[in-house]
């Protein structure tokens, strides 16, 4: 607790006086929130009090954020998010809760925990966001060393797959915690399903609105169904995978969307 407490301070000196410009967590410090969990805590959860632990993995997240978005090589920064996540299910599995969880109140730790999943997926989601920037976009949000940067990088197929499961794995957390995932979550899933070229599946995955009782947005609908090149042709096999009451619904949006987007629904000659 009292290394964690220097790593801590030892960041917000680098918070205030670099900011984000950093391309890998080893170019921060010699020392960091990473190598007290790993050294000190991930072998011996058994024995780590639950807080602790949480703090050590919220001061690995703080790193990640001191990384930058438009330079930082998409695999590692994935598969750092991904680190994060897989070391807090550990964290939830194995450590030592005093008092236990109680799910029936407002524990504290389960509140931590579930604040900590909120704001690394919604890190997580903006950080993707700006492969989404057209050029325009990119022109006009970002600095001329960003916009080089991030023209040189890109997400790769196997990229889909990982914040796919990374997403589920989200879910599946917060479901232990008692949570449930937001619209914005479950978006997430199915888009990058859709992009990996896995299109039974993302349709498949709607079941995940009806599920949690979130409302599938036309936007997001429309979104979904132009990620889907045989749409046209395949559009009933796809329909058949979304239960009801959605399905309904979605027949009713699908109408709408049809009158002014014509040329999206048309079967190719």
Known sequence: AILLEFVQNDLRTYQSENGPKFKTIDEIKEVTAWDVFHDLISENLHVVPYDV????????????????IYSADPDYMIDKYSSILRELCKVQEQCVKIPPFDLERSDPDIVRTTVLLEAMFNQFSSYLKIFSYNEDTRLSLLSEDEYE????????????LDIVNFTITLIQLLLKLESMPNKNI???????????????????????????????????????????????ERSEEYLAL??????????????TLERSHLQLFQKSV
């Not at 050590?56 to 703080?62: A, L, P």
């Not at 940067?149 to 889909?160: R, V």
């Not at 979304?242 to 109408?255: G, K, S």
């Open 186 to 232: 479950v978006y997430v899933v199915i888009n990058y399903l859709l992009l990996a070229g896995e299109y039974e599946q993302a349709w498949s995955m709607s079941k995940l609105y009806n599920i949690y009782q979130i409302p599938l947005e036309s936007s997001a609908l429309l979104k979904f169904i132009t990620l889907t090149p045989d749409w046209p």
């Open 149 to 160: 940067a991030l023209n040189k990088i890109n997400l790769s197929e196997e990229n889909y």
């Open 242 to 255: 979304i239960p009801r009451p959605l399905l309904d619904d979605v027949i009713r949006q699908i109408a």
């Open 53 to 68: 632990a949480v703090r050590s993995i919220i001061e690995m997240f703080k790193t990640v954020q001191l990384l930058d």
